[in-house]
């Protein structure tokens, strides 16, 4: 069972950066694609960035531009570099990865979802 840990939330000054981390661990077989996402309160969750494992990327709206995705396949970790946040990108980032494999269950991929890290943009 893959564990997702996401690490780098904080509170960040308007117009400042994070880089929020998140490792998988226990993986079986091998992690494909990977992926950011967040939510508000009270509002449905979004994707933010995704990222396969041969390195291409998809951004949503709010993060073109300003953040970026990244991953080191050998350590099973995603990255994302936010800049030049705003209050509006105040959220729980969670962190997504699948897994693909001949698994004991008779599937062959797995959804796993980190447990999200806070990010408080605000001056």
């Known amino acids: 069972q893959v564990q997702l840990v996401e690490s780098g939330g904080g509170l960040v000054q308007p117009g400042g950066s994070l880089r929020l981390s998140c490792v998988a661990s226990?993986?079986?077989?091998?992690?494909?694609?990977m992926a950011w996402y967040r939510q508000v309160a009270g509002k449905k969750r979004e994707l933010v960035a995704t990222i396969a494992r041969s390195g291409s990327t998809f951004y949503g709206d709010s993060a073109k531009g300003r953040f970026t995705i990244t991953r080191v396949n050998v350590k099973d970790t995603v990255y994302l570099q936010m800049n030049n946040l705003k209050p509006e990108d105040t959220a729980v980032y969670y962190c997504?990865?699948?897994?693909?494999?001949?698994?004991?269950?008779?599937?062959?991929?797995?959804?796993?979802w980190g447990k999200g890290t806070l990010v408080t943009v605000a001056s």
């Open positions: 997504n990865a699948d897994e693909y494999g001949d698994f004991a269950d008779g599937t062959y991929g797995k959804n796993y």
């Open positions: 226990g993986v079986t077989f091998e992690i494909n694609s």
